[in-house]
């Protein structure tokens, strides 16, 4: 067996050498998702897509519209003739007078908790958030839905946000069962107001 034969046979059985031990390597395995492992000291808040947030929502908003007019006019004429034994005299007058006024006043309040949940993580950290909530007592269903885009300096530690600060805000509620129906105006009562009968 010559030098060169020999060289090219301890290189082949090197190469099985190394082959057979990275085939004998154990798989090392955890029983933690490394991905979504949070440590008990970590951060808890919302900040990826299918976190949970909970929102206080406290919204209050009055609006109020008066207007008023006034006006008025006075037309007087007058004409007199005298005769040394007779006097004649004659007056005229118009007058008219205008006043209109009107007010609206509108206001609603809205408080209750609801948990949302993290649909999208925008490149800029904000987060956008959705979600919905319906309540049945006593046959009336209440529907909650809402949506829209929280800053994470603005989630509490203890992972809640108030509704003031989330921008483009959609809040809805929704009702429909007895008590809704008896505020309903009915068919007749609408149609005669339509034909501005009423």
């Known amino acids: 067996m010559t030098d060169t034969q ?4 301890m290189a082949v059985c090197l190469i099985g050498a190394t082959q057979g031990a990275q085939a004998t390597e154990p798989v090392r395995q955890t029983l933690v998702d490394i991905e979504n492992y949070r440590p008990l000291i970590a951060d808890h808040r919302a900040f990826r897509v299918g976190d949970v947030l909970t929102v206080y929502v406290s919204e209050a908003t009055r609006a109020k519209s008066q207007a008023a007019t006034d006006a008025s006019s006075q037309l007087a004429l007058g004409a007199s003739l005298s005769s040394p034994s007779t006097d004649y005299s004659a007056k005229a007058g118009l007058s008219g007078s205008n006043g209109a006024g009107a007010q609206t006043t509108r206001s609603g309040e809205l408080r209750t908790q ?5 649909v999208d993580a925008r490149p800029d950290g904000t987060l956008a958030v959705e979600g919905a909530q319906t309540l049945l007592v006593n046959r ?17 530690a203890d992972n809640t946000v108030w509704s003031h600060r989330i921008a483009n805000a ?29």
Do not use: C, F, M, N
């Not at 609801?114 to 993290?118: A, L």
């Not at 009336?140 to 509490?156: C, K, T």
């Not at 809704?180 to 009968?197: D, F, P, V």
């Open 6 to 9: 020999r060289a090219l046979l």
């Open 140 to 156: 009336e269903r209440q529907h909650i839905r809402l949506r829209g885009l929280v800053r994470p300096q603005d989630i509490a």
């Open 114 to 118: 609801i948990s949302v949940q993290v």
């Open 170 to 198: 959609e809040i809805e509620l929704d009702g429909v069962g007895d008590v809704s129906a008896s505020q309903r105006q009915s068919l007749i009562y609408r149609t005669l107001k339509w034909l501005r009968l009423l």
